[in-house]
Each structure stands twice: as structure tokens, then as C-alpha cells.
T-cell receptor, first 115, second 113 residues
Framework: AQSVSQHNHHVILSEAASLELGCNYS??????LFWYVQYPGQHLQLLLK??????LVKGIKGFEAEFIKSKFSFNLRKPSVQWSDTAEYFC?????????????FGTGTKLQVIP | GAGVSQTPSNKVTEKGKYVELRCDPI?????LYWYRQSLGQGPEFLIY????????DSGLPNDRFFAVRPEGSVSTLKIQRTERGDSAVYLC???????????FGPGTRLTVL
């Protein structure tokens, strides 16, 4: 069975600081990887995704993530965070379960950006 | 067009009662998923529909939980004899095809007193 680990449960940063949120997954086969974001009071939104190709994926709002297959990792980065990035971030893995996508989420990382 | 919608947005019920949660997927999306997000956790898969049939219900926690999608569009998640541990946000997602990206709804926050 697939699983996802997010190492940081709560991160506090000042504006303009750099961000890196860790994500490791366990699954031996081909996977699709995602980062979702949930802003306060809003629903889950896709930040970025990796299906295949270039392991460095660029998403919305200046976020990027790097898929390192040998480390089973898909860490999220942003060079300079803004107060508006305050949200909860979920890493997710999606293995093809016989013709459909069954998404497994991590427990989430709450990011608080201080102005 | 509109995204995935879920009703009600909030539901408060008493232990032992029956509840129904509704999901309206994006028009034309054949695949529909239900997830449950407990406090401090990420969403957990409950059930997947392709069309009208439940292709995978392995995530339903027990037989008090049941879901239907009779016409291949709207889906209803039904919980019998609710327990306090059922309190969570129930999320619905849909996708145009089984292997496509899922779009999530805003969720229904269920509170069982």
C-alpha cells in the first residue's frame, strides 16, 4: 500500500524567507505526485503535480517541487514566501489502482508566514 | 462552469442519527471520489465511483457507511447510527476520466454531538 510522510507539521516563517517542505512516499511502482494547498476557509486546490518527464516541477504562485526517485521524495520549495502563502499544504501520491487514481495524502503541514 | 459542490456545508447531528451528504460533481465528470478528513489529518479515501457503480469501496470504515450514485452524476454519502468519531470534513472530488486529475469540492463539515 502507498503511504506519504510529511515531516513538518507546523512551520513558521517570516516574509521573504525561503521555504522547503519535506515529503516522502512509499510505493514501489510508478506514481503521480501532487502538492495541494488549502487556504483558510477554502477548499483543496492543486499547487503542482508530477506525472512524468522533468523531475523539477513548477507550479502556481512561484512554488516548485523536485521528484527524486532514489530518495522517494517530492519536496516543495519556494524561494521567498509571502504572508498570503499562509495555508495548509498536503503532499499526495496517486498510484494507478487498476485503471483509476486512488490518492493517498500526507497529514499536512501548516505554514504560518509572519509579516 | 461550476466546480464540485457539496451540501450541506455544515451538518450537526446527534449520536445515533442518520445523515446524508450530497455531492454534485462537475458536469460530464464520470469518476467521483469521497474522502474523509479528520482533524489534524490529511484526507483519506473512502469510495470511488465510475459512472453509477462503486468500483472501489475499500475505504469505507464499516457498514454504517454507504454511498450511491444512481444516475452517474450526483452522489450521496449515507451514514447510519452516527458516532462521535464520525465527526470530520467529508470531501468529494470528480474527474473527467478515471486516470485524470481530481477536482475537489469544499467539503461538508459533519459534527456528531
Amino acid at each position: 500500500a502507498q503511504s506519504v510522510s510529511q515531516h513538518n507539521h507546523h512551520v513558521i516563517l517570516s516574509e521573504a524567507a525561503s521555504l522547503e517542505l519535506g515529503c516522502n512516499y512509499s510505493y514501489g511502482g510508478t506514481v503521480n505526485l501532487f502538492w495541494y494547498v488549502q487556504y483558510p476557509g477554502q477548499h483543496l486546490q492543486l499547487l503542482l503535480k508530477y506525472f512524468s518527464g522533468d523531475p523539477l516541477v513548477k507550479g502556481i504562485k512561484g512554488f516548485e517541487a523536485e521528484f527524486i526517485k532514489s530518495k522517494f521524495s517530492f519536496n516543495l520549495r519556494k524561494p521567498s514566501v509571502q504572508w498570503s502563502d499562509t495555508a495548509e499544504y498536503f503532499c499526495a501520491v496517486n498510484a494507478d489502482s487498476g485503471g483509476y487514481q486512488k490518492v493517498t495524502f500526507g497529514t499536512g503541514t501548516k505554514l504560518q508566514v509572519i509579516p | 462552469g461550476a466546480g464540485v459542490s457539496q451540501t450541506p456545508s455544515n451538518k450537526v447531528t446527534e449520536k445515533g442519527k442518520y445523515v446524508e451528504l450530497r455531492c454534485d460533481p462537475i458536469s460530464g465528470h464520470t469518476a467521483l471520489y469521497w474522502y474523509r478528513q479528520s482533524l489534524g489529518q490529511g484526507p483519506e479515501f473512502l469510495i470511488y465511483f465510475q459512472g453509477t457503480g462503486a468500483a472501489d469501496d475499500s475505504g469505507l470504515p464499516n457498514d454504517r457507511f454507504f454511498a450511491v450514485r444512481p444516475e452517474g452524476s450526483v452522489s450521496t454519502l449515507k451514514i447510519q447510527r452516527t458516532e462521535r468519531g464520525d465527526s470530520a470534513v467529508y470531501l468529494c472530488a470528480s474527474s473527467p476520466a478515471p486516470t485524470s486529475l481530481q477536482f475537489f469540492g469544499p467539503g461538508t463539515r459533519l459534527t456528531v454531538l
